[in-house]
């Protein structure tokens, strides 16, 4: 592996993380508030270390496959290590722990985190917390893809490293091209959504924060209480909608604005994500209404959908405390914690995709119980699923629970309670935000230890970058000179 080349790659990243730190600056500027000079501070920071870097290895080879995983995993601990200088420089997170914490969270769209007075936070730091969500969403890899040039070189290991799914499916031959068109669609819905919330009764500030945490499955909101907050079902509605699309795959959004609109419903894994929607919400809505948990059907409805739609789309906003409601409820949620949103989205999990390949898999097995001599094939969206894709496919469940159960030993070796490990392993390596326990939905993560929170952010890095990318670096091969 050529260091040099990924060392010139995150300078890159640095940068253009620096000149988005100018953003929040602006706008603690704009209200008035002290803390535009800290993140003008970090911003400064990326640019020191960022330029000199470049400065020193603008000869540096190209990329190749091991570099490409190398830049990507780094990539999202080196935005979001300097993501979290102005929380800390300016004091709104005294300890360096938490505002690492609060950062990468926000870049990986977790949206975990360790504050308690929401509310009481500077507009500049508010805003930042979003945008980092909104940068992650898409993968600030990827913004570098479509307006860094010099990303180009190599820029198939780092699309293929940062597209979220078993599959990374290009829209067009150039990867620059297709960066772009993703990004399209990303900032169009973005808009959207900003309009809606604002026609609804929420305050532009409020409106802008929340669409970039929404349409990153990211969960920050400007509110001790969430969307709950709000009061407002228009408001839930409107976050109900756009989580769901932002956990659709982008490339059926980039189809459907092409005049393609059919493409949803001949798409296998958006209808399987639409039926687990549906069903789950009513399981859920069935167990509350018969103990009459809230009045009225439409209520119960409402409060149950918002629920699955963010856990499923790994969102993580909260217009209730599920935790309250009937274990059913807490047993569905789990479950959909770790099933997550459809591949190409921003959400997180193992990916709809998968798991429908996994019942398809498992559906082909008992047929040759039956039929010892037949051949049988599975089939996804028309198109015959090679032999490599389905061992991709199992090899990542059994990754995926094998870091899951590691996550709640160590936890729960730690001295932390079993509830607690499980919904804190499964909320960040899922990339959900609240979980069980003590970090619930009405909770936040400012109670777990240093080492804790470490962890988890180590999770929340794997999850975001589905596991292969950053695990794959841990074998001695991948260090190897090429």
Not at 342 to 355: E, F, L, P, Y
Not at 427 to 449: D, K
Request: charged share 10%; hydrophobic share 55%; aromatic share 12%.
């Amino acid at each position: 592996m050529s260091i040099r080349s990924v060392i010139k790659v995150l300078s890159f990243l640095l940068l253009v993380t620096a000149g988005c730190l100018l953003l929040p600056a602006g706008v603690s500027a704009l209200y008035r508030e002290s803390d535009w000079l800290y993140f003008l501070a970090a911003a400064g920071l990326g640019v020191l270390i960022g330029g000199v870097s470049l400065l020193f290895l603008r000869d540096a080879p190209d990329l190749k496959v091991r570099e490409g995983f190398a830049v990507v995993a780094f990539g999202w601990l080196v935005v979001g290590l300097l993501g979290a200088v102005p929380y800390w420089l300016s004091g709104q997170i005294p300890s360096f722990t938490d505002a690492a914490f609060e950062s990468i969270s926000g870049f990986t769209t977790t949206g975990a985190s360790i504050l308690d007075d929401i509310e009481g936070r500077s507009h500049g730091a508010l805003f930042w917390r979003a945008l980092t969500h909104w940068l992650g969403g898409m993968g600030i890899v990827l913004l570098a893809l479509a307006i860094l040039p010099l990303l180009g070189v190599g820029g198939m290991q780092l699309y293929r490293a940062e597209v979220p799914g078993p599959v990374a499916e290009r829209l067009t031959p150039r990867i620059r091209e297709t960066a772009k068109l993703l990004w399209g669609v990303y900032v169009l819905l973005t808009g959207l959504e900003v309009l809606a919330l604002v026609v609804a009764g929420m305050g532009f500030f409020d409106a802008v924060c929340h669409s970039f945490a929404t349409m990153a499955t990211g969960g920050f909101s400007n509110h001790n209480a969430s969307v709950g907050g709000y009061a407002s079902p228009a408001i839930e509605w409107i976050i109900i909608l756009f989580m769901f699309l932002a956990g659709t795959n982008f490339t059926l959004h980039f189809l459907a604005l092409t005049g393609r609109w059919w493409i949803y419903w001949r798409d296998e894994e958006f209808k399987f994500y639409g039926t687990i929607i549906i069903c789950s919400t009513l399981l859920i809505a069935g167990s509350l209404f018969w103990i009459q948990f809230y009045t009225g059907i439409g209520d119960t409805l409402r409060q149950t959908l918002f629920q699955v739609v963010s856990i499923t789309t790994t969102t993580g906003f909260g217009t209730a405390d599920y935790l309250q409601w009937p274990p059913v409820s807490h047993a569905v949620l789990l479950i959909l914690m770790a099933v997550g949103g459809c591949a190409g989205s921003t959400g997180g999990g193992i990916k709809v995709m998968r798991v429908l390949i996994l019942l398809k898999h498992a559906k082909l097995e008992l047929k040759k119980m039956l039929h010892p001599r037949g051949i049988f094939t599975v089939w996804f969206n028309n198109r015959a699923l090679t032999p490599g894709l389905q061992t991709n496919v199992l090899g990542f469940f059994l990754l995926f629970m094998m870091v899951y159960v590691a996550g709640v030993l160590i936890l729960t070796l730690g001295g932390r309670d079993l509830v607690t490990s499980i919904g804190a392993t499964a909320a960040t390596l899922g990339n959900i935000g609240p979980g069980l326990g003590l970090v619930g939905p009405t909770s936040n993560y400012a109670v777990l230890l240093d080492w804790e929170k470490w962890l988890l952010v180590l999770f929340m890095l794997i999850g975001r970058l589905e596991l292969f990318t950053v695990l794959v670096l841990f074998l001695p091969g991948a260090w190897r000179r090429s």
